[in-house]
């Protein structure tokens, strides 16, 4: 082989190394270990669950400074951030066949971010009873939660995921008390 062919593909091979990419990272809100059944006292149904559109995207995005946002390229969620969010709630409020039939209506006004700080939910919520006679009877909640976080990206997605869990037990909470709950 010539030494300028040696030369050639030498310089190739260093190209293609230089344009690799990281890989892609997956991450989910479904926490490791299923949740035990609930026990609550109603069959819960989700009709819309919404996000902030800074968030409404594949990548995770985290909060830099006071005000910036950073979309890590190489973060992901598994499903869509409104996907993960129904599956991981479902997976909380799943339990026995329950007398009672609910609505829930998730619109997430916050979902913060913050690696070696902490991850935030603030979500207001709606529990409506879907049967016939009682159709229109509705309660309108609010919930903040927040946990802290360690620096990386994994343990941002377990305090996540413990959001979603305290968020869940607020939602069941008030599904057997038919009132908003003080603190989740």
């Given at each position: 082989?010539?030494?300028?062919?040696?030369?050639?593909?030498l310089?190739?091979?260093?190209?293609?190394?230089a344009?690799?990419?990281?890989?892609?990272?997956?991450?989910?809100?479904?926490p490791?270990?299923?949740?035990?059944?609930?026990?609550?006292?109603?069959?819960?149904?989700?009709?819309?669950?919404?996000?902030?559109?800074?968030?409404?995207?594949p990548?995770?995005?985290?909060?830099?400074?006071?005000?910036?946002?950073?979309?890590?390229?190489?973060?992901?969620?598994?499903?869509?951030?409104?996907?993960?969010?129904?599956?991981?709630?479902?997976?909380?409020?799943?339990?026995?066949?329950?007398?009672?039939?609910?609505?829930?209506?998730l619109?997430?006004?916050?979902?913060?971010?913050?690696?070696?700080?902490?991850?935030?939910?603030?979500?207001?919520?709606?529990?409506?009873?879907?049967?016939?006679?009682?159709?229109?009877a509705?309660?309108?909640?609010?919930?903040?939660?927040q946990?802290?976080s360690?620096?990386?990206?994994?343990?941002?997605?377990?305090?996540?995921?413990?959001?979603?869990k305290?968020?869940?037990?607020?939602?069941?909470?008030?599904?057997?008390?038919?009132?908003c709950?003080?603190?989740?």
């Amino acid at each position: 082989m010539s030494l300028s062919l040696r030369v050639s593909l030498l310089s190739a091979l260093l190209l293609l190394a230089a344009c690799r990419s990281d890989p892609i990272h997956y991450h989910t809100l479904l926490p490791a270990q299923p949740a035990p059944g609930a026990h609550g006292a109603a069959s819960i149904q989700f009709e819309q669950i919404s996000v902030p559109p800074q968030v409404d995207r594949p990548q995770m995005v985290i909060r830099q400074g006071g005000s910036g946002l950073a979309i890590l390229e190489t973060e992901w969620w598994g499903a869509t951030l409104v996907d993960e969010l129904r599956n991981a709630l479902v997976d909380q409020l799943s339990g026995p066949v329950a007398e009672r039939r609910l609505s829930l209506r998730l619109d997430v006004q916050r979902f913060d971010s913050v690696p070696g700080q902490y991850a935030l939910i603030d979500a207001q919520w709606r529990l409506r009873i879907t049967e016939e006679e009682n159709s229109k009877a509705f309660l309108s909640c609010r919930t903040t939660v927040q946990t802290p976080s360690g620096a990386s990206i994994d343990d941002l997605v377990v305090a996540h995921q413990n959001n979603v869990k305290r968020l869940a037990a607020a939602i069941s909470q008030a599904a057997t008390t038919t009132r908003c709950p003080t603190s989740p």
